[in-house]
């Protein structure tokens, strides 16, 4: 399973980015692409890589960060592109922004639990 972010940048306070994300690969053996979660993960230098939002391809179950919560918006649409919608952008939203998918979301935001990760893509904001 591949998965490539696009999307980041530098804007300032209060603005906004969209990420995207595009999956590709998977067999029957392995990961169905139609059926997984994926979720949106960050990391500021310094720090551990942090979950921001994930959802369920099967029921559409979505959670949420608390930082991030009535700012952010996690979304897949009709290509399977999965996009994460940041609005009102604050310097503390800055780092490396992940794509990450896995068969279930039992592990939630927790980002040991998933298997398959993208390169990243750097948001900063000042």
């Known amino acids: 399973v591949q998965l490539v972010e696009s999307g980041g940048g530098s804007v300032q306070a209060g603005e906004s980015l969209k990420l995207s994300c595009a999956a590709s690969?998977?067999?029957?053996?392995?990961?169905?692409?139609?059926?997984?979660?994926m979720g949106w993960f960050r990391q500021a230098p310094g720090k551990g890589r942090e979950g921001v939002a994930y959802?369920?391809?099967?029921?559409?179950?979505q959670r949420y960060a608390d930082a991030v919560k009535g700012r952010f918006a996690i979304g897949r649409n009709a290509k399977k592109i999965l996009n994460l919608q940041m609005n009102d952008l604050r310097p503390e939203d800055s780092g490396v922004y992940y794509c990450?998918?896995?068969?279930?979301?039992?592990?939630?935001?927790?980002?040991?639990?998933?298997?398959?990760w993208g390169q990243g893509t750097q948001v900063t904001v000042s």
């Open positions: 990450a998918a896995d068969r279930s979301c039992r592990g939630g935001l927790s980002a040991e639990s998933y298997a398959y």
């Open positions: 690969g998977g067999t029957t053996s392995g990961l169905t692409i139609r059926e997984v979660c």
């Open positions: 959802m369920s391809t099967l029921n559409w179950y």
